[in-house]
């Protein structure tokens, strides 16, 4: 009797709350949002929205508590070192552009569109946001799968919640089959390697793949190749991109912009555990795959963004969106570089995952704002912004000209340098000289779009949508909102302070993260 008390008690574990605290503070928010919204009026919703931005706030300010790392949580008491969830400098990085990049898409939000319903809006925002929190630090695969879906699901009912509106309910149908299909792959592929390995830690997974039994190798190698297929759907990687042009479109403008930075990054995050992590032994199989797919990422997505014509309704958001699966590509260059090189490429990612999260956001802010007075926003809308918005202008020029790579951008220019590193020192020289074609290409569209700011306006008169006043020449005078000017303000002053001291985010290339 004894003996059986003291194995039931060696099964019961200390929970440390403080490692958990960012996703289980986001959710509980999540949840005090939801019930909220079933006892406040109608014209008391937008404080929902304070509510859903002061828990994010919150989120991010537990993360300061943690920045040494080191911790570990739902661990086997046989084994300390396999634990489902771990803070380390990856797991921080990551958890820091997620929510950093949810609170950005709660103020690009409060600008309010009466074709949404905020109550379940914020609610879907704040659920989607703490699952991508916890997927950094998860370190098994179920807890991985479990935080992907649950980062999932809520965004599949934001790309399709505004009401009555039909491109809205296709690009949700669209994103929501071919999400769950990747899914149903992935779990496949998983299904696989715990039967190869019989663990789903990935520690465990990677001392075991090194011994994998002849048999089982062929079985190993499946499991390793449909678990990367799941997440390369999720990073928006070709050929599994064909769902960011229209879902992107469809969506609310705040959830195109959240899918394009806190979307990728759960993609990102659970590519990099699955290959640096947990299949390093395969690296000669998940290595050579990745660069391909690297190189067809940034090819595809560059020269579909080049084709866009200016005049078509929401060219800028469908060329945000093929920019988007460009600049996938150049995420998965030190992925690739890892199974040659070891995980201290995975910085690399790391560094440029932040810069690209702060002014992708800041770009999508500025194209929320013209968006007041061009419905259609098509890129053709912007000629002649520095006219109307001088600062606005200059700050959607920065920004696309950090995506650029291009001065003043400068920490795209040496986020890009340090991508480029990474093949180079993994041996991987024909990637390089791929991306290097790429960054060429994409310097047409990105300048292009430049210039068109500041072109002279045209003659003719817009419609002015409600509560927009008319300036002289029949121009719309664009009024931004406070919250819609602390967005923009804000990524510019974070890319501005990233060019002028980039080794805040390139010291990630430096240190180890796991």
Request: one cysteine or more.
């Amino acid at each position: 009797m004894t003996v059986a008390a003291e194995s039931a008690a060696s099964l019961v574990q200390s929970v440390d709350w403080l490692a958990i605290a960012p996703p289980t503070l986001t959710a509980a928010v999540a949840l005090i949002v939801l019930v909220a919204d079933l006892f406040v009026p109608e014209h008391r919703k937008p404080l929902l929205g304070g509510v859903a931005i002061a828990g994010l706030i919150a989120a991010l300010i537990t993360l300061v508590p943690l920045r040494g790392g080191g911790r570990s949580t739902f661990c086997l008491t046989t084994d300390a070192a396999a634990c489902s969830y771990t803070v380390d400098r990856f797991a921080l990085a990551i958890q820091l552009l997620v929510l950093g990049g949810a609170l950005l898409t709660a103020l690009l939000s409060l600008t309010g569109n009466r074709k949404l319903p905020m109550g379940e809006f914020w609610f879907l925002l704040l659920a989607s946001a703490a699952g991508a929190a916890l997927l950094p630090a998860a370190r098994d695969l179920a807890t991985l799968v479990v935080a992907l879906e649950v980062a999932s699901l809520p965004a599949f009912a934001l790309v399709g919640l505004r009401r009555g509106d039909r491109l809205s309910a296709e690009a949700a149908l669209k994103f929501f089959l071919s999400s769950v299909t990747a899914t149903a792959v992935m779990l496949l592929g998983v299904s696989f390697v715990y039967a190869a390995t019989g663990t789903l830690y990935l520690s465990r997974i990677a001392e075991r793949l090194d011994q994998v039994p002849g048999q089982l190798d062929t079985l190993a190698k499946a499991g390793i190749a449909l678990t990367l297929v799941g997440f390369a759907f999720k990073t928006a990687a070709a050929p599994f991109h064909f769902w960011v042009p229209d879902t992107y479109v469809g969506a609310p403008l705040p959830v195109a912009a959240y899918l394009s930075v806190v979307g990728k990054a759960v993609g990102f995050s659970g590519l990099i555990l699955v290959t640096v992590v947990a299949f390093p032994a395969y690296g000669d199989v998940w290595g050579p795959v990745v660069a391909v797919i690297a190189a067809l990422t940034m090819t595809v997505g560059n020269v579909a963004a080049l084709r866009q014509p200016a005049g078509r309704a929401r060219s800028a958001v469908r060329l945000l969106a093929w920019s988007s699966v460009a600049q996938a590509g150049y995420f998965l260059v030190p992925v690739a570089a890892a199974a040659y090189a070891g995980d201290k490429q995975i910085g690399s990612t790391v560094a440029y995952a932040l810069m690209y999260a702060v002014v992708n956001l800041g770009a999508f802010a500025v194209a929320a704002l013209v968006a007041r007075t061009n419905p259609l926003n098509r890129v053709s809308d912007y000629r002649g912004l520095y006219a109307r918005r001088p600062l606005v202008a200059l700050a959607m020029a920065f920004f696309l000209l950090c995506l650029a790579g291009l001065p003043p951008g400068v920490i795209g220019l040496f986020a890009k340098v340090t991508v480029f590193s990474a093949a180079v020192d993994a041996g991987l020289g024909w990637l390089a000289v791929v991306m290097a074609v790429n960054v060429v290409i994409a310097l047409a569209y990105y300048l292009r779009w430049t210039a068109i700011l500041f072109r002279a306006p045209e003659g003719r008169q817009e419609p002015a949508a409600p509560g927009i006043r008319a300036g002289q020449a029949g121009q719309a005078v664009l009024e931004a909102p406070a919250a819609l000017t602390v967005a923009i303000v804000m990524t510019a002053v974070v890319g501005i302070v990233l060019s002028v001291a980039p080794q805040l985010v390139l010291r990630f290339t430096d240190i180890g993260l796991f």
